[in-house]
């Protein structure tokens, strides 16, 4: 047998941000390969306590601090990249850039930059044909979830209410605005609606403040405590307080604890680079969802699987082509048909839309590719 071929990646090992996710299942899946020693340049992160077993997992993994790890022609330097790019390439080894980019287009010094990489791995169909269209060489590797984790389960404390579901960092791009002021208009009507958000993030201190580009709410106060600015956020907009429910930092590992008590998803995000983990969860735990039509949700919207958000106002501005606004009003009609049983949707067909996204199939699927 040929010895194994070095895989490193530069990005986070995690359980409650997507890229953190995402490294820690490709060192899971990746270590189960024939061809590759997968090896995180990044020490992990966890919010919630881990198994045991897992403890012994990564500690074998994991390389000693200072560790001087040396790659050889056909060894692969995997490097996550974004809107921004710096060049890191170095011709001792195989190149490869990860890449969940929203702008469009990018402007040309980022493309000289990718071209560097022997080949980038793109997280949608769509952000494929941005860079292809740029003539970079590009694959297209969809995120996995855990299928396991994520299923159909019985609510369990919120029988009594109508529950809506918002997840994903709090910024102008993810759309919680567009989803905040249709759930003003819902709940001024019905007073067993509850809306149950899951905005924070580690990034909140330098994207929050971009919601309010948007004119479309009372614009968010920041502040050093931003759990307290998203309570008052959502009070000013219209919403009495025991009609919503604002999670903090949330473990991946938890999140089907929330998922079993909502009625229904909403994600009028403006672009998503990749295909929105946080969607594709809820979609495996089959739940009705309202997902805007554009950009990477394109890759998960199926015949029969949600709503779509079809009304997608064009947005302008540098870096902004195929971006959409949904519409707040189509939005309240869809959640209004929900709440009121006039929008069915078989919720086992919902989540067999996602049976063949596991994270096993995404990272066989990469390192097939090399």
């Known amino acids: 047998m040929e010895p194994k071929r070095k895989l490193c990646f530069d990005w986070g090992i995690s359980d409650h941000y997507g890229w953190g ?22 020490p992990p992160s966890f919010l ?3 198994d045991p077993l897992t403890v012994k997992f990564l500690s074998e993994k994991l390389p000693s601090p200072n560790t001087n790890i040396e790659l050889k022609n056909n060894d692969l330097f995997l490097t996550a990249l974004g809107n921004s790019n710096q060049s890191t390439v170095d011709n001792r080894f195989r190149n490869i850039g990860v890449i969940f980019s929203e702008t469009n287009p990018l402007p040309s010094n980022e493309i000289q930059n990718l071209r560097k990489f022997e080949s980038i791995i793109s997280g949608s169909s769509w952000n494929a044909s941005v860079l292809k269209d740029e003539k970079i060489i590009v694959h297209t590797v969809i995120q996995g979830i855990d299928l396991k984790l994520f299923q159909p389960a019985p609510k369990r404390y919120l029988k009594d209410k109508f529950v809506i579901f918002s997840g994903g960092k709090l910024e102008y791009r993810k759309g919680q605005d567009i989803l905040l002021k249709a759930f003003a208009k819902l709940a001024s009507k019905y007073e067993d609606v509850v809306l149950i ?13 971009s919601i309010n580009q948007s004119g479309i709410c009372d614009p968010l106060q920041i502040s050093d405590d931003m759990g307290r600015s998203i309570y008052e956020w959502i009070l000013r907009n219209g919403v009495k307080s025991e009609q919503f429910i604002c999670l903090e930092a949330m473990p991946n590992r938890l999140m089907p604890e929330v998922f079993r008590e909502v009625d229904l998803a909403v994600f009028p995000n403006r672009c998503e680079a990749g295909t929105n983990l946080v969607a594709m969860e809820a ?13 990477g949700h394109l890759d998960i919207i199926k015949t029969d699987n949600c709503f779509p958000l079809t009304v997608q106002k064009q947005i302008h501005g540098p870096g902004l082509l195929d971006w959409g606004e949904s519409s707040v009003d189509q939005i309240v009609d869809l959640m209004e048909d929900a709440y009121h049983g006039r929008a069915q949707i078989n919720r086992l067909k919902v989540r067999e839309s996602m049976q063949n996204y596991s994270w096993d199939n995404a990272i066989k699927s990469m390192l097939a590719l090399f």
């Open 197 to 209: 958000t899951a905005w924070r993030s580690p990034w909140e201190g330098q994207f929050a403040g």
């Open 48 to 50: 919630y306590p881990i």
């Open 283 to 295: 979609l495996a735990s089959g739940l009705p969802c309202l997902i805007s039509k554009n950009t």
């Open 21 to 42: 996710i995402y490294g820690l299942n490709l060192l899971i899946y990746g270590s189960m390969s024939d061809s590759f020693e997968v090896i995180p340049i990044e």
